[in-house]
C-alpha cells in the first residue's frame, strides 16, 4: 500500500467520522453521497502527485465540511417549520433559552472552577447570587436541551399531519 | 414528477425562490443539461465557471437538500446507460418548477445586465 492510498484511507476516516456532526436527518440522507464525492477529489487532488496539492484540498474539504455542518445544524435548531404556530412557539423560546445558558452559566461556572485561586469555598460559593445564576442556567440548559430535541417531533408532526 | 415537485409547484410561485445564489444557479444550468451525479455536477459547475466557482461536498448537498424540498430538483429513478452507470450514486434532475426557476432567473439577471448596459459609466468603461 502506497503513501498515497494511507493519506486517502486515513483522511477518509477522519471526513467519515467529521460527517456524523450533522443533523440525523442530513446524515442519513446524505453522508454516504458525500463520503464517495471526498474519495472521488481525493484520488483527483493524489493524482496530481504534489503532497501541496493534497494538502490544500484537505483543508478545502474541512473548511466546506464545517461551514455546512454549521448552516445545517443552524437550518435544524432555528428555522422556520412550515410556519406552524407550535413551532414558532418553539423557536420563540428556544433562542431566549439558549442565550440565556450561555450567558448566566459561563461566569458562576467559571468561578468555580476557579475558587482556589480566588478562596471561595462551596459554602460560601452557595451563599452567593453566582449559586442562583448557576440554578438558572442549568434550567435554561435543561429547557434548550427540551426544545431541541422538541423541533423535530414538531417538524414530522406538522409535515404528517400537512 | 415526484411528489415533492408537485407539492412544490402547486404551492409556491416560481418568482419566490429568486434570487439564485451563484451555486444553486450553476448546479440549475448542469441538471438542465441532463441528469446527472454530485461527482459530475461538481466538476461541470467548476469548468463552466471556470474555477471561479468550487462547490465541496458540504456546499452541494446542502443545495441539493434544499432544492428537494422545494421541488426544483428531484432524485431520478431511471438509471442512465448501464455501461456508463455507477449504482453507488445517485443522479438528479431538473423538473418542470426547476427548469421554469432557471428560465425565470436567467431573465431577471439578462435586466440586471440590460440596466446595467445602459448606464452611461458602463457604456464608457466597456472592453473594447
Redesign the interface.
Request: hydrophobic share 30%; glycine share 14%; net charge positive.
Given at each position: 500500500m502506497t503513501v498515497g492510498h494511507l493519506s486517502i484511507e486515513y483522511s477518509e476516516r477522519f471526513y467519515s467520522a467529521l460527517l456524523s456532526l450533522y443533523p440525523a436527518r442530513?446524515r442519513v440522507?446524505?453522508a454516504?453521497?458525500?463520503l464517495?464525492?471526498?474519495r472521488?477529489?481525493a484520488h483527483d487532488a493524489l493524482e496530481k502527485g504534489e503532497i501541496a496539492v493534497f494538502a490544500a484540498f484537505l483543508v478545502?474539504?474541512m473548511?466546506?465540511?464545517l461551514?455546512?455542518?454549521l448552516?445545517?445544524r443552524g437550518k435544524e435548531w432555528v428555522g422556520p417549520i412550515d410556519g406552524h404556530p407550535l413551532a414558532a412557539l418553539i423557536d420563540l423560546l428556544l433562542i431566549p433559552t439558549m442565550v440565556t445558558m450561555k450567558l448566566v452559566f459561563l461566569g458562576p461556572v467559571l468561578t468555580l472552577l476557579f475558587r482556589d485561586s480566588t478562596r471561595i469555598s462551596i459554602d460560601q460559593f452557595m451563599m452567593t447570587s453566582a449559586f442562583f445564576s448557576v440554578a438558572i442556567g442549568i434550567l435554561a440548559l435543561v429547557a434548550s436541551i427540551v426544545f431541541t430535541r422538541l423541533r423535530p417531533t414538531v417538524r414530522l408532526w406538522v409535515k404528517l399531519s400537512a | 414528477m415526484t411528489k415533492q415537485a408537485k407539492a412544490g409547484s402547486s404551492e409556491k410561485p416560481v418568482e419566490s425562490f429568486l434570487p439564485l445564489t451563484p451555486a444553486v444557479f450553476h448546479i440549475l444550468l448542469t441538471l438542465a443539461d441532463g441528469e446527472a451525479h454530485?461527482?459530475a455536477v461538481?466538476q461541470e459547475v467548476t469548468r463552466r465557471s471556470g474555477g471561479s466557482v468550487?462547490l465541496?461536498?458540504?456546499?452541494?448537498?446542502?443545495a441539493?437538500?434544499r432544492l428537494l424540498e422545494d421541488g426544483i430538483v428531484a432524485e431520478s429513478e431511471e438509471r442512465p446507460d448501464p455501461e456508463m452507470d455507477d449504482t453507488?450514486?445517485?443522479y438528479y434532475r431538473l423538473t418542470q418548477l426547476g427548469g421554469r426557476v432557471l428560465a425565470a432567473e436567467t431573465e431577471r439577471l439578462a435586466d440586471l445586465v440590460r440596466a446595467a448596459r445602459s448606464t452611461k459609466v458602463v457604456r464608457k468603461l466597456r472592453p473594447a
Open positions: 442530513f440522507r446524505f454516504s453521497e458525500m464517495q464525492l471526498f472521488d477529489c478545502g474539504m473548511r466546506d465540511l461551514l455546512s455542518i448552516r445545517e | 454530485g461527482y461538481m468550487r465541496g461536498p458540504g456546499t452541494l448537498y446542502g441539493i437538500s453507488r450514486r445517485r
